[in-house]
């Protein structure tokens, strides 16, 4: 232990005597280091920011889909009760139209994204009902005209958010219809919607009943090619997967290849992909500017031991054997990048702070990055630094006492 110690004592005297060598060396472990916190720091935090922002716009659901250049096959009313009996733990399952028109109010008309489903739709998105209720089942089958909006467009169509029981009117291919609002919803908090709202020209939402969507817009609810799916999200996936099976057996379409299925769980798991992969190439791009520190650490090393060739042959005359003075440089080369890589990681932690404050990202630090980052660093200075240890402790004493 008592050599270690001294090994240790005669790299911080080096560094120490060699101040400004010493940082100038350890800028590129410094700036590696730091890139590679900071990176991987940025990483989890748009990961986190990602989903997030996902989870809290839209709600569990999947779907199912008729592949039309396969079969001639489509969905109806029946395939909705047939899941709804027959596959356990749904939320719900509904057909989905949408067509964009206009909306008239009593303070003004908008362009509108019109949405047609059962009341399952309610849990597309994760805005709740807050005044008056969403569409129920009944007024569903009996086809009543009848909307829910978002809290902001039922401002924009009437002034005020006390708007229970007015009527709007909907212009969608030229067909005409009015709508009795029964329900408002919260406003989305997103900052994703927002920018996004703000570079588009302004839609209202509008969700009714497909029956009476289908009725006045003339669309026919007997030729469905897709059905919504919602289940809780430890269990969506399995779902969506099961309702499929179901709906192969029912339409002969086994082995077909004719229907396909999705889910937001299936969504985030490629949002995720995709921001590891880009984390991933944005971390081996660091990891260059590590192998570049770890060259300028071999540099100096070879430097240190031209400039103490005497030295190693005083050592070596006198009894030191090779692996001391091996060990000595390595000792040397591992102080070095660790001190850098500790500053580094210093760095870069306050790196990633002021990045994730600006850009509103969650700072998160695993303990994982901090220990794998002081372990490169001292990976480092032990790679690049055997080849010059070695060829101190290769010199014959009687060569490098001639210098």
Not at 38 to 49: A, N
Not at 123 to 133: C, D, H, P, R, T
Not at 143 to 148: E, H
Request: charged share 20%; proline share 1%; aromatic share 8%.
């Amino acid at each position: 232990m008592g050599t270690v110690k001294e090994y240790l004592k005669s790299a911080i005297n080096q560094m120490k005597h060699n101040g400004y060598r010493t940082f100038m060396t350890m800028l590129g472990i410094i700036i590696g280091i730091a890139a590679v916190i900071t990176v991987v720091s940025l990483g989890k935090g748009m990961t986190d920011y990602v989903n997030g922002e996902i989870n809290g716009l839209i709600g569990n659901y999947g779907y199912v889909v008729i592949d039309n250049a396969k079969t001639t096959e489509l969905f109806s009313p029946d395939d909705i009760r047939l899941l709804e009996e027959s596959v356990s733990d749904l939320k719900g399952v509904s057909p989905y139209f949408e067509e964009v028109g206009r909306a008239k109010g009593t303070r003004g008309t908008y362009q509108a994204d019109v949405i047609g489903g059962t009341e399952a739709v309610e849990l597309a998105i994760s805005s709740k009902v807050y005044k008056g209720q969403y569409f129920t089942k009944q007024m569903v089958e009996t086809g009543q005209k009848v909307c829910v909006l978002m809290k902001d467009d039922a401002k924009h169509l009437f002034g005020t958010d006390e708007c229970i029981g007015n009527v709007i009117e909907l212009t969608l291919a030229g067909k005409t219809a009015e709508y009795t609002v029964v329900g408002l919803r919260e406003a989305i908090n997103s900052e994703m919607v927002t920018a996004l709202a703000s570079e588009m020209d302004y839609y209202v939402s509008v969700e009714v009943p497909y029956t009476a969507f289908a009725t006045d817009f003339g669309y026919d609810i007997d030729k469905l090619n897709m059905l919504l799916l919602f289940a809780d999200q430890d269990i969506l996936q399995k779902k969506v997967k099961e309702c499929a099976q179901v709906l192969e057996n029912a339409h002969g379409l086994r082995g077909a290849n004719a229907l396909w299925s999705y889910s937001m769980a299936d969504m985030s798991e490629e949002i995720n992909t995709i921001l590891g992969g880009a984390s991933t190439f944005l971390i081996l791009v660091a990891v260059i500017s590590l192998v570049v520190g770890g060259i300028g650490i071999m540099n100096i090393m070879l430097v240190s031991v031209t400039e103490r060739t005497r030295e190693i042959g005083i050592r070596k005359s006198i009894g030191a054997r090779t692996g001391a003075i091996t060990a000595q440089f390595l000792s040397e080369a591992a102080v070095l990048t660790l001190s850098g890589g500790v500053i580094g990681i210093i760095v870069g932690i306050g790196l990633s702070f002021i990045v994730c404050s600006l850009l509103h990202f969650k700072l998160i630090i695993t303990p994982g990055s901090v220990l794998g980052a002081t372990l490169i660093s001292v990976g480092i200075g032990l790679g690049f630094g055997i080849y010059p240890a070695r060829k101190a402790a290769k010199m014959k004493p009687i060569d490098a006492l001639r210098v």
